[in-house]
Structure formats: C-alpha cells, structure tokens
C-alpha cells in the first residue's frame, strides 16, 4: 500500500479531539455540501512554517478549501491545487488525501507588503494567474487536470469558479480563519456547497443567500468545535443528511532519508560547490511542511563520493 503523507503517528488522542470534516446532503439530496473545522490544523501549518498574518490568511484559505475538494476521496486519491500568479503571493501549492492529510507552501515567504493591511482583501496580492486542480486517482491511469484563470485574486471565489468553468457544477465555497491580536489563530473552517441538475432554482437562490450571509466560519469555530452545528444552525428547514465525517489534520511524509535521495540527484557541480563552499550542516527545510534536515560535511562528501567516484 502507498505510504500516506507521513510515516509517523500522532497520538491517537489527537485524532479524537482534532478537526473534523463532515460531508452531508440537503433537501433528500438536492444540494450536497461539505462542512470543516480546521482550526488546529491551520494553527499547526502556521507554526510549522512560521507564518506571519498575511501568509497564514493566504495559505489557510488553500489548506481549507483543498480539504474540502478532497472530501470525496477514496482509498490512495489525492487532489493538488497550485496557483501561479503575478502578484507579489507568486504562488502556492496545497495537497490533500483520501485519508484527510492536508500539506502545502506558498512560493513566497514573507509575501512583501508595502504598507500596513486595511483589510483582508487579498486580491492585490495575487495578480493575474493560472488556478489548477489535479486529481490523482488509485485506479486512473493518468492524472487529470483541469485549469481557469484566477478571476478574483479570492481563494474561495476562484474554486467556486473552477468547478463552476472546469466541471459545470454550481459550487459556493467559504473559509474563514480568525486570528486574535496576537497573531494567533483561533478559529478557521469552510464550508463547500454544491446543487445537483434538478436542483429549483427558488431552492438554488436561497441556499446562495444564506451562504453569502453566513457569520464567519473563523469566528464560529473559535466558538464551537462541532461542524455540524452550523449546518443545523443555516440549514435546519434543509433536513440535512450526515454521510461520511471524518479526521481532518496538517501532515507531510518527509523524512531524512527522501531528503537524502534528493541530494543524490543534485547535479555534481552543484554538490562540489556545497563541499567548497558550505556552510555545515547543510540545511535542507520540505516546502511542504517547513520541517528542517541537517546533513554534515561527511554525509554530503560521502554522497559527492557516489556521484564521482573518481574523486
């Protein structure tokens, strides 16, 4: 069986009290949506790979959303959202799998302000762009990827558009992540909703009110940790249906020794230099999760010794 993204457990107590993602249906299938607490998880991103505000809002936003694309899953699938961009963000990249690990990076780190942030507007930072989706699925041949331009510089707003361009499923999308002055993350969730073909379009208009004037998924899940309560809360004349819930958390599968694979594919050159010009340890720090790997001077000799044997 494919490994996961990580080779180690957390303690089982964390996956008890951790985050949790809950798929459910409206109106006897009508609508379907996905609703998610990620509260811990977005904390532990943020701690991991030392996030300012403004990163941890624009990095926050992808975990968040690419959960909730992910809630479908099965077995060894897993979903990549990447954007590319003009901005001063440049990009990033977020992952999810079937077994509700969430990791990714953005591309620039600190994203560069030129003054004080009014607001949590965050277009300005992204630009014009390319959004992508890739799914990788257990028993596809190939991965499929589908792409839009970024049209509103807003994560939530931009998915929404994927599906609604890319797959032709009117998709509402809403994450929030509440910070405390501190810069602490309290509270972050989303909510992802979806109306089938024969959906009305009286029940269509409705369920899109409600989920414009929804209270801040941040702000509600620095208060509640139940995802469901809020469907309850929004949804109740909806009759919701609970279907699969599941754990959700921030996980990598890095470790030392893919680490060192990796430097044995550097190019010879690039390892002379190292060697020349160090400094020891080397650092090697996974985009992915921020977690740092230390090689010494002996290792990285060792491993130019295998690429030039001559040496």
Known sequence: MEPRFSNTLKPESSRETGDRLCNFLLASGAARGVILNGTRMIQEMGSSHVLGILETMVLGRAYLGTALMAADLKGRDRIVVKIDCSGPVRGLVAEANAFGEVRGYLKRIPIPVNGPLEDFDLAPFFGEGILSVTRYLQNAKHPFTGQVGLKYGNIALDLANYYLESEQIPTAFNLGIKLNRQGEVTGAGGLLLQTMPDTSDSMAADLEER?????????????????????????????????????????????????????????????????????????????????????????????????????
């Not at 801040?216 to 899940?221: N, P, R």
């Not at 929004?234 to 699969?244: A, G, H, I, N, R």
């Not at 550097?266 to 985009?287: A, S």
């Open 211 to 311: 989920v414009s004037h929804l209270p801040s998924l941040g702000v509600f899940f620095s208060q509640s940790h139940n995802p469901r309560d809020l469907v309850e809360e929004v949804f109740e004349s909806y009759s919701p249906q609970y279907l699969v819930e599941r754990h959700i958390e921030f996980r990598c599968h890095c470790n030392r020794e893919r680490l060192r694979v990796l430097l044995t594919l550097m190019d010879i050159n690039e390892l002379k230099d190292i060697l020349e010009t160090g400094p020891f340890p080397l650092e090697v720090r996974c985009h992915y999760c921020g977690t740092v790997y230390r090689f010494s001077e002996v290792e990285i000799r060792r491993i130019y010794g295998m690429r030039n044997p001559d040496n």
